[in-house]
């Protein structure tokens, strides 16, 4: 058994670093006092990063995310600090990161109490970040090794494309973890069921976190709603309707953890027992048949 967290993260404006560290420090403590063992923050949660620029530049939607690039360095010890402080695995959300070829990627990273684990860039760009953003998409999968098990990262609406969660669980990820972000209650639920849809076919478990609140002051995270959930394949032992935990509000006005136990042999043990086999029935070589055009 293992116990989990995913925050509702409701976005915040917090005008200078010392803050932003004060806030973040105090969010992971009380998941950790409560026996988190594993902290999920949704997609673009380092983005709040960009509230401690000027008023014009965070206004910006290129600006913001350009100013936001001399303070990776420092984000990024202080996620290895508190996961290594509190002893937790920690998946801080994500954040656009300028590359070497002068693109940005939508990078989620994962720390563990030994440090930097990696990281995990979106596969699947949505209109936003392709139009008018001009996020550009990552390439490959990594599988994470932990003591709580196999994870696996799939950013916001990449939890919609069937192959990527097959492609993990194929790997032997037992969990996979969706930090999402979406700006409609009809946005959340394409990632929600997703999600709910990958953890059927797979026969595994996944994690959801996501932004919720309004911020005005933020072009890129004006508007947030979304649950955070833990879904699983609805079989023997396991909840008839998928859903493990779900946090109640679609908007809270505050960041608010959801925290719940997660049991692995249970969900592994329905790929073997279980009422269906929609891991195992996957077709290698799926050929549909004769298909008639009338």
Not at 3 to 10: D, E, G, S
């Amino acid at each position: 058994m293992i116990k989990l967290a995913a925050c509702q993260y409701h976005v915040d404006l917090l005008p200078s670093w010392d803050a932003y560290a004060s806030h973040l420090s105090e969010l992971c403590e009380q998941a950790a006092g409560q026996g988190a063992q594993l902290l999920l923050l949704p997609e673009y949660a380092g983005l709040v990063l960009s509230g401690q620029l000027p008023a014009e530049q965070r206004g910006d939607l290129h600006a913001s995310i350009a100013g936001i690039q001399p303070l990776l360095p420092a984000w990024l010890e202080l996620c290895a600090g508190l996961a290594r402080r509190l002893g937790v695995y920690l998946q801080p959300g994500s954040l656009p990161v300028l590359d070497g070829d002068g693109r940005y990627r939508n990078r989620a990273w994962l720390f563990g109490p030994e440090g930097n684990l990696g990281s995990q860039d979106k596969l699947i760009m949505t209109r936003f970040e392709h139009e008018q953003w001009q996020i550009a998409a990552g390439s490959g999968l990594r599988v994470f090794d932990t003591a709580l098990g196999r994870l696996g990262i799939l950013i916001c609406y990449d939890n919609e494309f069937p192959l990527l969660a097959r492609r993990l669980s194929e790997a032997g990820v037992d969990l996979i973890l969706a930090p999402s972000c979406t700006d409609s209650a009809a946005g959340f639920h394409r990632v929600r069921i997703g999600a709910q849809a990958r953890a059927l076919e797979n026969q595994i478990a996944v994690l959801q976190s996501p932004t919720v609140g309004l911020a005005p002051w933020s072009p890129a995270l004006d508007e947030n709603y979304g649950r955070a959930a833990l879904y699983l394949p609805p079989d023997h032992g396991l909840p008839a309707d998928g859903v493990l935990a779900e946090s109640a509000e679609l908007c809270p006005d505050r960041s608010q953890w959801l925290i719940c136990e997660l049991d692995l042999d249970a969900v592994r043990r329905v790929r073997e027992q279980g009422q269906v086999f929609t891991r195992r029935d996957w077709p290698q070589q799926f050929v549909p048949g004769h298909l008639e055009i009338l």
